[in-house]
Each structure stands twice: as C-alpha cells, then as structure tokens.
C-alpha cells in the first residue's frame, strides 16, 4: 500500500519529489539536530490522488492523516482540540519548486472556543490566544473558504479607528477577545453556518483547501511563468505552531545566508518582535534589519548565525530561512535555497567554487539561465543619475534600471503594456494577485514593505527592478496618485525611472547604458562555454545589433533578416516601388537601386562577424506589408510613379491576403520573382568577395526561407548557384559559399532527404513550425490561448518554449532524414525558442549544431548549453 | 545500350509508356495488317533524356534517329531529300495519355525547292506539292522556331483577296508557287537566316520542337487538370508522309465507331476532300459527314467500316480514328481510344458488357469518374424549353445545358469566372490557347467548326457543353458582338443559353431541372456499388442537400456543418447577439433562443438519412465571421443590445483577427465558450432521442473540429459526454451515440494514438491538412501557384488532389497510431479530396472506411471507389 503521510522524523532532503521542498528541508533540519517544530507531511501523490478522484481526499490518506496526527501528539505531548494541553499547528503548502506566496497557508489551526479557554490558561496570556483565534477564523474562512478577507480587514480597521489606535498591537486583551466573537459572527454571515469548532474537521478543511489552491489561477501563471508542470501537485505541511506573537520576548523573521542581492557573503534579513510570520512577508509593518538582533537578543542571534553556517555548508548554497522566537526560544521554521538577483546569482556561484565548496559544472547549475537576462539590460548612465530629479528613496529591494509610466493596479499595467507602453507598477504593497502586472511592468514601486516583502521577493524572482518601502511618497488610489515630500503630484502616466540598485526614485524617463560582461560574471561565462557542445549564433539583422550580438559571446550569424534592411526610409521607396512595378523590366531597374544598400549592409555584418558564419534569408514577408496604408503616403508615392492614386490603390489591394502568415512570401516570392532572388544573391557574393579581397575569411549561408517541396527549393537554389557562378568567376577570386534552406513548414521535415540532397544546412524555424503544426497563429493565440492556461489545457507558451511531443518530433524527423542523405548537414535553429533554456536543452538533446537567438538572449544560450551538457552528461 | 528509337513494326499497343499512345497503336495497326503509312517512333525516355541534358538531344540519340531513318528509307523505298525519290515525314507527338492539340506537329517534312521539283515531276502535281510546301514552311515557323502564325496566315488572307477568292482550294497551281516563295521571304525576315533546305537538320529541329513542346504552357495545364505527370514525357513520330490534298480523289478524316455524344453504335465522323488533316480538326472548312462517303467513294467507305470494326473489337472499345484518302487508297493514320461524352461513355461501357465482349469490371475503368458530373448537373427544364426563345442552331456538339454572359474571349471568361459569373465562352474558332476559358466557362459557342473541332473534340473531353459550326450567328470580334438572322444583337455580357443536346441557342437563362439516375447509368452504378469497398458520405447542411445525396446514392453524411445553419436572416441576428455577448449569463440566454432551430435542423437531416450516420462537426469558423460589416447592419444590432454604434464597433474589432485561418476557431471555440458546445450537445441528443422515438434508429456522430493536444479534446469530449448523458438519463432512451474529431492538424496526427483513446472516430480534414502542411491558405495560394505550376514546380492542385508524399504521410501515420490502440476506429475524410478521384484510390489504399463528399459528388466517388478496389485487385 502507498504511504502518503510521513512524520518529519521518516524524511530527508533527497524526498523533495514526495515531499516538496519544504517539508523535505523541515526533515532534513531534524535529522541534523536544529531546533524544528515536529510535524508530518502529506505527500505530492496524496494532491495527485486528490485531482484523479474529482477533488476528494480519499478516506484511506483521510485515515492515515489521521494516524500521524495521533503520532505527532505523542511525540509532542500535546492533544488536538484538547483544552488542558492542546495540540495548534499550521498547514502549508510545499511544492517540490518553491512557489512563494503561490499558495495557501493556515496558522493557529485546532482552536476554538473551548481550546482557547484552556489555552489562555496554560499560556496565562489571554491577549495572545484570542490574536491567534481571531487570525485563524480569518485565515480559515479566507484561504480555506474562499470568503474575501477584506471583510474582516475593514471590521478591523473600523475596530481600531473606533479604539483610537493604528497598529494591531495596540489593542487590548479585551479588544481581541471581542474581536474574536465578532469575527466568528461575520464568518457565520458569510458560510450561513458557524465556524467549524471540531479541530479534525479544520484540519482536513485546510489540507483540502491547500491541494485546491495548487490550481489557482496565479500559481497557474506562476507555473507557466517557470516551467513547473502540472502533474508535480504540492505537498502539505502540518507541523506544531510556535508562537512569536507571544509578548514582547517573541518574534519571527527570515534571513538569508548571504545578500540575495548582492551575492555579499553576510547574513542579511529581518524580523519584527511580536509577530506571526505573515505580518513580516506582507510588509504590513517595516520590520527590523537582522543586525539589530544581535543588540536585542545577543545569545538568540549567535544561535541563528551557527545554524545559517550550518545550512549553507550542509546545503551547498546559499539558505533563504524562516525563524520564530517563542518566549525566547529559537525555531527554525523552514530553509531553501534562496531566491537571489542574478548579481547574487552570479557572486555566490563564483565564490562557493573559491571557497572551495562546490565544481564548476555545479556552480554553473546553481544560475537560472533566464536570470541573466537582468545583467544584460541597461542601467541608468551616470550622466543621467547626476543630473536626475530624485523624486524619494525607498529600499533598493531588486537591482537594474526600469522606467515607464505609472499605473496603480495590475490590470492597467497589462492593458497598457498590451499597447506596447513601458510601464511601472504603483502599489501601496503587492500581494499574489499582482503577480501577471508585476512581470508586465518595466519595474515595481511600493510604499510599504521591506526588503523580503512580496514585491521584492518576487520582483528579485523576476529580474525585476524594484523599489520597495517607499514611505516617502503618499498614495492616493482613489484618484490613482503619488504625492513626493515636496508636493509634487504624479498622476496615472506620469513617467517616473526607479534604480533599484539604490532604491532612488527618479523625475521622467532617465537615459540608460549597455551592461558589458566582466568580472564574476565573465569568469562564470568561460566555464560555461568550456563546457557547453552547442555553438550559440544570434539573430541579427544590423551591424549594430551584430556588435552586441558578438561582445556577448555569439559565433555566427544565425539570421540575417535581409527585409529589415528595406524598411529604413530612403529605401523603402525604392522597394515599394519594385513592389508596385508592373513588368519584370521596372521591377529589375528599382532592385538595381536598392542592390548597393544590401551589398553594403552585407558587407557591414560581414565585418562585424568575420570569421564566424553568417546566414542571410532571402526575402521573407508578403510584399503588401511594405506598402504604405495611409492615403497621403500613398499619394506620394502614386505621384512618384506617375500613377493616379486610383490606380495605385487597386494594385495595393490586389496584393492583400486573408491570411498573410500563409500566403505569398518566403520562396514563393522568388519563385514569383526570380529577379529579387538574383539581385539578394549578387550583393551577398559581391560583398563576401569584397571583404575577403580585404583579408577576412567569409562563407556566406545563402538560406532559402518557407520551403515546402524539392522542386520549388531546386528552382530558387539555381537562380541563387547561377548569379553567384557567374559573378565568382568574373571576379577571379575563390570564393565559397553554402545554399541551404530554412526547415519551417511541416511537409519541409517529411521531404527533409529530398531536400538534404541539394542543401548544405537546414536551419529550423521553430516559429512557423510551431503555428503550422498546432495550426495557430503568434498574432491570433494569445487571446485565446489564456483560456487554455486558465483551465490547465497547456501549461506553457508553445512559442516560447519547444512542444516537444509534436514540434520536437518533426524537428527529429527532419534531422534524421536529412543526416540519412549528408552526413555533414549542418543543422540549427533560428526561431524563438533558441533563447529559451528549456528549448535549448532540447536542441542539444537532439544534436543540433547551434541554436541562434536574439544578441540580448546570447548569454542565456550560452549558459542554457552549458547546462544541457552537465545534465546529458550526468544522465549517462 | 538503351534503345530510344523503335520502327512501327517493332512495337505494338502493350509499349504505350515507350512510344506513346499514338506510336504504340500505330505500330499494333501494322502488325494486325491495316493499311499504315511506314515510320519509327522517338521514344518518351529520350523525351526525357533531352530534359536531363539542358534540352538537348544527344548525339547518340541523333545517331540512332538517323540510323531508323535509314531503314525507314530502305522500307518504303524513298529517301528523305532525294529529288527523285523523295520521302516526307510528318512529325507528330504521342505522349502515353492522349493530349488532343495539346502539342506540336510538322507535316510534309523533307521538303525543299529541289525535292519539290522532283517531287512535282512524280506526282505531275505542281499545285497540290506547293500547296505542301508552303504549309511546311508555315507549320515549321511556327511550330519549330515560334514564329507567329498569324504572319502568314495574314498574307495569305490578304493573297487570297487579292485573288478575289474565298477558299485555299480555289487557289491555283501558280498561285501556290509564289505563296511558296513569299513564304520563304516571310521566314527569312522573322529568322534572319533562309528557311533551311537541309532535310536532316529539319527532322532533327522538328523533333526537338515537339520535345519542347511537352512544356508548353497549355499542355502543362492540360496535365494538371487530367493528372497526368511530367515526368512521362512524350514519344515523337515520323512517319511517311501520305496525302489528302493530292486533288479530289484524295481526303482526310476523323470517325469514331460509335457516336462519342450518345454512345449509339453507328459509325460517326467526318472528313473533307482534298484537304490535309489539320484542316478537319481546326475546323477551317465545314466538313461532311460521313454517311456521305458512303455515296461519294463506295468502296472505300466499305473498307474503311472493316477496319473500325477491327479495331474496335482489337482494343474491345470504342475507336477514335484518323484516315487519308490519297488518289483513292485508303491509309488509317491513328487510332485510339475515342473520347466521349459521359452519356455516351456509359452507353458504351454498358453495351459492350452486353454485347459480351468485355466484364463488368472492365466497363467500370472505361468511364472516368469526373465525366459522371455531367450527367449530374441540370439540364433546361421541358417547359423552359418550349416557351424559350431560340436565336439560332448549330451543330449539338457536346451536350448539357450552359446558361451565363457571353464573353469573347478566354481571358475574358477568366476573369469575370473568378468573380463568380457563369460565363458562356464564344469564339469564331477555338484553338489550344483557349482551354484554361474553356474549363471556366458554363458552355462554349463556336461559330465555325465540325463536330471534331477542337472546340467540339476539347468540350466533350471536358463534359462542358458546347455548340459549335452555328454559321447562323455573325460575330464580330471588335466590337464584341454577335448577331442573330434576325438581327438581334447580343453584346458582351448579354445572357444566353445553351442546349448542347440539340445544338439550340436560346436567349437568356432558361430554367434547369435536376438530373436523376436511371436506366443504363443506374445499372453502370449498380455495378459499381457491388465493386467497391469504400463507403461514400456525402457533406451536407441542409435536409435538401441529404436528400439530393442520398438520391445519388450517399450512405451517410460525413460532415454537417452546423454553422452553416446560423446564417439564415433570423438566426443570425440571435447569434451575433451571442457572439458580441460580455457575460456568459448573457450568452446563454442567446444560445437558449438558437437551440431549437439547432435541434430542428438535426432532426431534419436524421429524418432524412436514417438509418445512416450522421457527423456533427460543432462550430468551426471564428466568431467574427459571422458578424456584420456594414454600418446600418451594426448600427441596427447595437440598437437591439442597447448598445451604441461606438461601443459595439470596439467589440466588433476585438474579434478581428490577422490569419483567421490560424486563429479562435474549431474546438478552441468550445474551449472559451464550454456553453456553445453545451447547446449543441443538447440539440443533436434531443433531436436523436425525437426522432428515434418516432421509430428510427440513428446513431448520431459528434465531432469536434481542429484538435491539436489531448488535453483540449478530453475538456470538449467531457463537456460532450456530460451534457449528453444527463439529457440521454432524463429522458429513459437508451440512444447510442459516438464523440469523435476530425483530423486537420498536423499535431493531431503526430498524438492521434492519444486521441483515438477517447475518440470513437477519426475524420481527416484534408483542405485545413494540406493548408498547415504546406502553409499557404485556400484563399491566397491560388495567386502565386499559377507561377507554380507554368514553372513546372507544381503538377496538381494539392486541394484538389492529395498531396500523396506530404498530407498523405501524415494520414497515413494517424492512421496506424490511430488503429493501434483502438481496432474499430472509424476512419473517413470530409476534405475536397473525398470527391476527387485519384485521392479516392489513395483513401482506399490507406485503408479509410469512408470518404464524405458535396452530394453531386457522390456518383463520382462512388464509381472512382470502385475503381480503386478494381485496380487494388489486379495489383495484388
């Protein structure tokens, strides 16, 4: 038979599959001796059971909840719902991912009225015991019920304005006595029933409520957000409460073993001195730098900093912890890996292999790939933060640089991004709910909270700059304003620019850099590319781009998008009258105009990249997307052609599709016009002898786009061979080149032999593959791809992460064909997913050569190979 | 060494893929003793062989051609450029399937002004050896070098003139020598050089010529629309020369065995005296009938009937035959297999089982399935006919009924055809260049022309109806007119009617009455039926449509669309307001109004096709499909939602999308809308449970369109499943039905083992299939494939004719994925391609159970179902 339920004691840290993460830490830190509250652990596969039985938990884990339940009143002493020595403990939730904030908790759970008589006996603290009842009705009735908090919070708030107080605290014994009697009768008008008092019926309400929460819609986007599959369930932890809440001699805090922004190695955290856990998270109070600890309660904190040393050593890594301090005695309540910025990320995997700690391979694990991201965007100049308007200062709660317009709640924040704007998220304090906002905004201001809030938290998680505690500045979400110390008032789109790394709040957009990779960072990036097989070329399209692309660590031009080049606007007239032109002979003398553009793009890109290779694709969109829609541009150029504007708009309406992502483009154009094909095969073979001629060492990657049969992909390959003959042996120089064609249709990959025959590469366009082969649109899905994530029918953006069951299976498919027929075909890929760490490992998995991703995304790709190639190498 | 040049007498009728059909007959006329002019045949392989090599014979080839020469010479006695004893050769293509004008031919080869000196001495006929010489220098032009034939053609009009004659024959022995050498200057001013009096270099031209003209661009598109590949190539054969305008005891003509219009078994044909065939094809001259030969030349008409029933007793089919006349010898120039009539083509398959001289199953390959349709499409009413008014008769060339606007010429036709005008294609004459207006149009009117011009010969071929040689009406081509002997004029775009069974002209659009199957074409069917083993559904919306099917045989319907049912003008408005609905409460109510008309209609098409099944598709198209464009029609929905203009335009926008083919459509509707899916399910199942109550036993087939991922198809299946068995519980019958989807993705094919778990069947939709496979749309791909296919890149339609290596693979694959987990999955496709027969075959090889078709499709599938098991058969 199964085992659902484990005691804390039966568990150990490599159980983070059957016991989530915290409840296999919880273990773990028992069986090396800290002080941990006992408790047992409903499994992973008990959630799983719950989801495959319609929602119930069957009676066979009921009963064995139950049974250690009764273990753990033995080993603690204590009695569930019994008055003279009663058993309280929490319910948390532990997936095998952390999930922060994801999910659902329940504290103080097992009293009621009779318990909490004889509690306040026992405790002789009558005040505490009715803090705790009243929390856990509104908790239980919020998390376990669903009924909105809000309606305690403003009872609350209503209670302490008629008491004459402000915070919590300040009420008095009585007050919470009878705020517990009304909280139970606004649970009663909410449920229509009264609050449950039968402890074992709280407890398996709240184990419940916990599974169900796995399924809500922010630990939905949470998962997509970072690949954590559906399947994995969470666990629930039920362990004995302790108590900081419990006077003046009581707290609770969290602190990480090292600066999870800085990666500096000293202990950094805070806590608050009378309070349970949740009043610290959610920055409802500013709590107490750790440091102040060690003034307060001295011995407490040499005990807390022995047990940090203890957990990085044991662990490896750098320990995010919660604590509790209960009538002086120190608990630890939970140890993880901690969450960190990519700075951090970066120092501490350097210094655990300085420190002599860890292997390379194993510091190059302990980076997120995506995380890098937030080194590679820029940060303010110095110049601008000299002559920057500081508007306040907050806590620099998440480095990097963001700046946009203000909003004041979520949806504006989407709605607005949605239309392009860059935005900054103004919140009083975030909560999980803001969570989709949060990841939308360019950065995160709030006016509450330290720096372990749920915005810095989770703002950190995210690469996101973020600005916390802000309590200089006054927030009125009514008329969605911000008031500074001065009295300058910002309104909803106002610009501001938040630095997180100084937590300095600046006037108007500020001018930003470009990061460089140096230091720790660079050290890190040399392990990665000693040990990665992938090579990692970029997608670029102008010298500019190339050039980062290149101090990035990129080998190559993955995708040159040669239509990029028609759009600046001394040359899209000339393009757009190619487009218009009625005979082959008009058409051939417009391209003879934009011929020495392209040549002398392509010789740029050539410099920049030389020696690596560079791949350019031949045309690529429908033509009707250069052409102007407005009427007086159309006019202009009608007037340019001698044509009526009539006349001009019906050859513009002619080209008009009903559906241009499958329409006339790619190599169909060439097929159509075989001119165009010609006059791109000549400026790339007269500019790769150009700059050879000038010593450098170019093979220009002539890439076929949209091919979807061998006789078409033949027909363009002779245009491209015969131009490029005729104008090589013109020019007495011996130049090479490759023909290959990109694989982004799915009769490419079934006819991949036929093809490999006549091709010295294929490169997979893993965008086109993914809209062909689910039969969707990138423009169309995202509407209603949302109801898909909502009701867990996908569980990640098929765009931007590989679907490996039918994409990958095709992509497969080709490769195989393809190598049947050549040996040597080179093989990568150039859409979306070459940035994407998960896609990447795939891509090594199925032995591409190189995958190509845009210039900022170079690094990711560069660590994501390095990963793939640990972990391929460690499943050997 | 491979052989490429066979004489006459090598070969026989089994070497058709070598020598063609021509070649192969002739060769097979000379070894059962007929009367055959002596020649060799240039095989397709070196046809091929000159493609491979840059359109270039090879000179082993040439080698060889000259060596056959040689034995043709030492055969007949003559030698080509031998004054004395001159050969001529005419050079005719014959590709493997007959190609009626779709290629080229040189006659009177050989000739020069030596050889027609001593030619004229031989024959002691200067006239009739001019008259050879000067068309050989016009065809050569043409033909061989490009020249226009209208270059000469006006001189000789502007000659004869000037003669003051109507007629070549009326020309004089004088006349035709300055004809010849004005021809000669005509040539040497197009050519730059003298027309060429070397009779090998004009052989070798000529058969390069015909080469060449494999690909031109009316034979490419003649190949695509009767699928005939490029890759057979086609056979060259010369052959000596004998003639029918050696004076008036010479002649040419055609004749069939049967009447290729009716199928009657009476000698039926044409020919001219003193004339060479081509003039009987292009219908220059009105030739006689046949029955007249009998009068004029007795003995020869006696000879001639031998040898047509020879043949058709050789060949055990109907003969279509060339013949000459040469000073009262009669030679048998071709043969083959006579095109027909579909009427004719079942009367004859019928007969010739009865006559005992072939099987059933033979009869069911003489008839090619496309001819069925048209014999199923209207012919004018009795009534309409009677009180029509007639302009003018001419010759019944092909029958059937066509009524549209007349245009002038093919382009014409063309054109307004695409904007979804039926047209009526009238011409003087019609040539090759006219096939692609031919197909497009509703009915062809010529106004000269026999009854085995090409316009005649092309019609039948096609099942278009036709009259031709109605010298009742005056055309004038500038001015676009034609003109009645009563002096009506009809202008452009005028409408007329057509009556191909009787040759009548009428004036406007007469009323047409639907056929039916009975008689000889019900016993063809029978016998068909009991031949195949694929079953045939049809696709139908309406009760009409199933009724139509049915009546045709149908034994199912394959594919309702449901949308289809929305758009009637009072449906609609409930559906729009449903679909522009903000709340769910609010769309239900809509779908609450649309239900019993969904139900209603369900119940109608059970009625109609109990006991067959019947497969519900639920809504597929993307809601804004369904909404309204027009200002007052918006205006008039807005006002009935107590909407403004403004806000319901915005809603209206929302649902736009960029490639709706890709986009919120199929079940991705129910995803988003589970309530739509509920009404459906309601309506089908209630209808099923009325009906079966009423004594019927229908088995309704639920199919949910466009899956791509398991997890989506099990979300619609449930809602399916649930709404179904509560209403099926309710109501205490115990109704059968099946959830199934249709297969139109390429990831449903990749995980159709996953789907066919839980879908009871599989119904390939082939149109979105082919669309995501290749990625280009219906709607924009027909623009740039024309440049597909004049390039030769593309041979078919791949939405008419399955893409076999591409689509094909993939149905093959979801099939066996399919069929491992689940044996009895019902497999069918509901695609264009289920009427389409060479994709019938396809089906049947893969082992489909089923294909769905339009409803006048249904014979066609049938009898191209039973084909296929035929040809199955014979190659097992």
Same mark, same amino acid.
């Given at each position: 038979?199964?085992?659902?339920?484990?005691?804390? /004691?039966?568990?150990?840290?490599?159980?983070?599959?059957?016991? =989530? &993460?915290?409840?296999?830490?919880?273990?773990?830190?028992?069986?090396?001796?800290?002080?941990?509250?006992?408790?047992?652990?409903?499994?992973?596969?008990?959630?799983?059971?719950?989801?495959?039985?319609?929602?119930?938990?069957?009676?066979?884990?009921?009963?064995?909840?139950?049974?250690?339940?009764?273990?753990?009143?033995?080993?603690?002493?204590?009695?569930?719902?019994?008055?003279?020595?009663?058993?309280?403990?929490?319910?948390?939730?532990?997936?095998?991912?952390?999930?922060? =904030? %994801? %999910?659902?908790?329940?504290? *103080?759970?097992?009293? *009621?009225?009779?318990?909490?008589?004889?509690?306040?006996?026992?405790?002789?603290?009558?005040?505490?015991?009715?803090?705790?009842? !009243? /929390?856990?009705?509104?908790?239980?009735?919020?998390?376990?019920? &669903?009924?909105?908090?809000?309606?305690?919070?403003?009872?609350?708030?209503?209670?302490?304005?008629?008491?004459?107080?402000?915070?919590?605290?300040?009420?008095?014994?009585?007050?919470?006595?009878?705020?517990?009697?009304?909280?139970?009768?606004?649970?009663?008008?909410?449920?229509?029933?009264?609050?449950?008092?039968?402890?074992?019926?709280?407890?398996?309400?709240?184990?419940?409520?916990?599974?169900?929460?796995?399924?809500?819609?922010?630990?939905?986007?949470?998962?997509?957000?970072?690949?954590?599959?559906?399947?994995?369930?969470?666990?629930?932890?039920?362990?004995?409460?302790?108590?900081?809440?419990?006077?003046?001699?009581?707290?609770?805090?969290?602190?990480?073993?090292?600066?999870?922004?800085?990666?500096?190695?000293?202990?950094? =955290?805070?806590?608050?001195?009378?309070?349970?856990?949740?009043?610290?998270?959610?920055?409802? /109070?500013?709590?107490?730098?750790?440091?102040?600890?060690?003034?307060?309660?001295?011995?407490?904190?040499?005990?807390?900093?022995?047990?940090?040393?203890?957990?990085?050593?044991?662990?490896?890594?750098?320990?995010?912890?919660?604590?509790?301090?209960?009538?002086?005695?120190?608990?630890?309540?939970?140890? !993880?890996?901690?969450?960190?910025?990519?700075?951090?990320?970066?120092?501490?995997?350097? +210094?655990?292999?300085?420190?002599?700690?860890?292997?390379?391979?194993?510091?190059?694990?302990?980076?997120?790939?995506?995380?890098?991201?937030?080194?590679?965007?820029?940060?303010?100049?110095?110049?601008?933060?000299?002559?920057?308007?500081?508007?306040?200062?907050?806590?620099?709660?998440?480095?990097?640089?963001?700046?946009?317009?203000?909003?004041?709640?979520?949806?504006?924040?989407?709605?607005?991004?949605?239309?392009?704007?860059?935005?900054?998220?103004?919140?009083?304090?975030?909560?999980?709910?803001?969570?989709?906002?949060?990841?939308?905004?360019?950065?995160?201001?709030?006016?509450?909270?330290?720096?372990?809030?749920?915005?810095?938290?989770?703002?950190?998680?995210?690469?996101?700059?973020?600005?916390?505690?802000?309590?200089?500045?006054?927030?009125?979400?009514?008329?969605?304003?911000?008031?500074?110390?001065?009295?300058?008032?910002?309104?909803?789109?106002?610009?501001? +620019?938040?630095?997180?790394?100084?937590?300095?709040?600046?006037?108007?957009?500020?001018?930003?850099?470009?990061?460089?990779? +140096?230091?720790?960072?660079?050290?890190?990036?040399?392990?990665?590319?000693?040990?990665?097989?992938?090579?990692? /070329?970029?997608?670029?399209?102008?010298?500019?781009?190339?050039?980062?692309?290149?101090?990035?660590?990129?080998? =190559?031009?993955?995708?040159? !998008?040669?239509?990029?080049?028609?759009?600046?606007?001394?040359?899209?007239?000339?393009?757009?009258?190619?487009?218009?032109?009625?005979?082959?002979?008009?058409?051939?003398?417009?391209?003879?105009?934009?011929?020495?553009?392209?040549?002398?793009?392509?010789?740029?890109?050539?410099?920049?990249?030389?020696?690596?290779?560079?791949?350019?694709?031949?045309?690529?969109?429908?033509?009707?997307?250069?052409?102007?829609?407005?009427?007086?541009?159309?006019?202009?150029?009608?007037?340019?052609?001698?044509?009526?504007?009539?006349?001009?708009?019906?050859?513009?309406?002619?080209?008009?599709?009903?559906?241009?992502?499958?329409?006339?483009?790619?190599?169909?154009?060439?097929?159509?016009?075989?001119?165009?094909?010609?006059?791109?095969?000549?400026?790339?073979?007269?500019?790769?002898?150009?700059?050879?001629?000038?010593?450098?060492?170019?093979?220009?990657?002539?890439?076929?786009?949209?091919?979807?049969?061998?006789?078409?992909?033949?027909?363009?390959?002779?245009?491209?061979?015969?131009?490029?003959?005729?104008?090589?042996?013109?020019? &007495?120089?011996?130049?090479?080149?490759?023909?290959?064609?990109?694989?982004?249709?799915?009769?490419?990959?079934?006819?991949?032999?036929?093809?490999?025959?006549?091709?010295?590469?294929?490169?997979?366009?893993?965008?086109?593959?993914?809209?062909?082969?689910?039969?969707?649109?990138?423009?169309?899905?995202?509407?209603?791809?949302?109801?898909?994530?909502?009701?867990?029918?996908?569980?990640?953006?098929?765009?931007?992460?590989?679907?490996?069951?039918?994409?990958?299976?095709?992509?497969?498919?080709?490769?195989?064909?393809?190598?049947?027929?050549?040996?040597?075909?080179?093989?990568?890929?150039?859409?979306?997913?070459?940035?994407?760490?998960?896609?990447?490992?795939?891509?090594?998995?199925?032995?591409?050569?190189?995958?190509?991703?845009?210039?900022?995304?170079?690094?990711?790709?560069?660590?994501?190979?390095?990963?793939?190639?640990?972990?391929? *190498?460690?499943?050997?």
């Amino acid at each position: 038979m199964a085992k659902y339920v484990y005691l804390f /004691r039966e568990g150990n840290k490599n159980m983070k599959d059957l016991l =989530g &993460g915290k409840g296999a830490n919880l273990a773990e830190m028992i069986s090396i001796g800290l002080p941990v509250p006992q408790g047992f652990t409903v499994t992973t596969e008990a959630c799983n059971d719950y989801y495959a039985n319609q929602e119930v938990i069957r009676e066979e884990i009921k009963t064995e909840i139950i049974q250690q339940l009764k273990e753990l009143e033995r080993i603690t002493g204590k009695v569930l719902g019994n008055k003279e020595n009663p058993l309280l403990v929490s319910v948390r939730s532990g997936a095998r991912a952390s999930m922060p =904030g %994801m %999910m659902d908790t329940v504290l *103080n759970l097992g009293l *009621n009225d009779e318990v909490a008589e004889g509690f306040s006996k026992i405790t002789n603290n009558k005040r505490f015991v009715y803090d705790s009842y !009243r /929390r856990f009705i509104q908790m239980f009735a919020d998390v376990v019920k &669903g009924y909105p908090k809000s309606s305690f919070e403003r009872y609350l708030d209503d209670f302490k304005k008629k008491k004459g107080v402000s915070y919590d605290i300040e009420l008095t014994e009585d007050d919470m006595i009878v705020l517990t009697s009304d909280f139970k009768k606004i649970y009663k008008d909410l449920a229509g029933v009264d609050f449950p008092s039968d402890p074992i019926e709280q407890l398996i309400d709240a184990i419940t409520a916990v599974f169900r929460s796995w399924n809500n819609e922010r630990a939905i986007y949470y998962r997509r957000m970072n690949d954590i599959p559906a399947d994995w369930g969470t666990a629930v932890n039920v362990q004995e409460m302790v108590y900081g809440n419990r006077g003046e001699n009581s707290g609770t805090g969290v602190a990480f073993t090292r600066n999870p922004a800085t990666g500096e190695n000293e202990l950094y =955290g805070e806590y608050l001195m009378n309070a349970q856990g949740e009043d610290v998270v959610a920055g409802i /109070r500013t709590p107490e730098p750790i440091d102040k600890l060690k003034e307060e309660m001295p011995q407490v904190y040499q005990e807390f900093l022995q047990y940090a040393k203890v957990l990085e050593n044991h662990y490896k890594d750098m320990q995010d912890m919660e604590f509790t301090i209960e009538n002086g005695k120190l608990y630890m309540l939970q140890t !993880r890996n901690g969450k960190r910025t990519a700075t951090a990320a970066i120092k501490i995997a350097v +210094s655990l292999v300085q420190e002599g700690m860890i292997r390379e391979s194993e510091a190059l694990l302990k980076v997120e790939p995506k995380q890098l991201d937030a080194l590679l965007h820029p940060t303010f100049s110095e110049e601008a933060l000299k002559n920057g308007k500081v508007l306040a200062n907050g806590l620099a709660a998440s480095p990097g640089a963001g700046a946009g317009k203000i909003y004041f709640n979520a949806q504006d924040v989407i709605a607005h991004h949605k239309n392009g704007e860059k935005t900054i998220l103004v919140r009083l304090e975030t909560s999980p709910e803001d969570i989709e906002g949060m990841n939308h905004a360019e950065g995160i201001l709030t006016i509450r909270g330290g720096m372990t809030s749920h915005a810095a938290v989770v703002a950190r998680g995210m690469g996101r700059c973020c600005v916390s505690g802000c309590g200089d500045l006054v927030l009125d979400e009514i008329n969605k304003t911000i008031t500074t110390r001065e009295g300058i008032i910002l309104h909803e789109g106002d610009e501001i +620019s938040l630095d997180g790394s100084t937590g300095k709040i600046y006037l108007g957009v500020l001018e930003s850099v470009a990061p460089s990779i +140096s230091g720790d960072f660079k050290t890190f990036m040399d392990w990665a590319d000693q040990t990665r097989r992938l090579k990692i /070329r970029c997608n670029a399209d102008t010298p500019k781009d190339a050039t980062i692309a290149r101090e990035f660590g990129a080998e =190559g031009i993955g995708l040159v !998008r040669t239509e990029h080049m028609f759009f600046e606007s001394e040359r899209i007239f000339n393009f757009r009258k190619m487009i218009v032109s009625e005979s082959k002979e008009e058409r051939e003398k417009m391209l003879e105009a934009i011929l020495p553009y392209q040549r002398s793009d392509f010789e740029a890109l050539f410099k920049v990249m030389a020696p690596y290779p560079v791949v350019i694709r031949y045309l690529d969109p429908p033509l009707h997307e250069f052409l102007p829609k407005e009427r007086n541009e159309i006019e202009a150029l009608a007037h340019s052609l001698n044509l009526t504007y009539e006349v001009l708009q019906k050859r513009i309406d002619a080209l008009k599709e009903f559906n241009p992502m499958m329409g006339h483009r790619g190599c169909r154009l060439a097929v159509t016009y075989p001119e165009i094909a010609k006059m791109q095969t000549q400026a790339v073979i007269e500019a790769a002898i150009q700059v050879n001629q000038n010593g450098l060492n170019v093979v220009p990657e002539i890439m076929i786009p949209l091919t979807c049969d061998i006789k078409e992909y033949k027909y363009v390959k002779d245009i491209v061979v015969k131009t490029a003959e005729v104008i090589i042996q013109n020019s &007495g120089v011996d130049l090479k080149y490759q023909v290959g064609t990109m694989i982004e249709l799915p009769r490419a990959t079934i006819i991949a032999d036929e093809i490999a025959k006549d091709a010295e590469f294929f490169s997979f366009g893993s965008n086109d593959l993914t809209q062909m082969i689910y039969g969707f649109s990138r423009d169309d899905a995202g509407k209603f791809l949302e109801d898909y994530y909502k009701k867990g029918l996908f569980e990640s953006d098929p765009f931007a992460r590989i679907d490996e069951i039918g994409v990958g299976s095709m992509i497969k498919m080709a490769i195989e064909k393809g190598k049947s027929v050549r040996e040597n075909l080179e093989l990568g890929i150039c859409g979306e997913h070459g940035g994407d760490p998960a896609s990447i490992a795939f891509c090594n998995k199925i032995g591409l050569d190189y995958v190509s991703c845009s210039p900022f995304r170079v690094p990711v790709a560069r660590l994501a190979a390095a990963q793939a190639s640990i972990k391929a *190498n460690q499943s050997k």
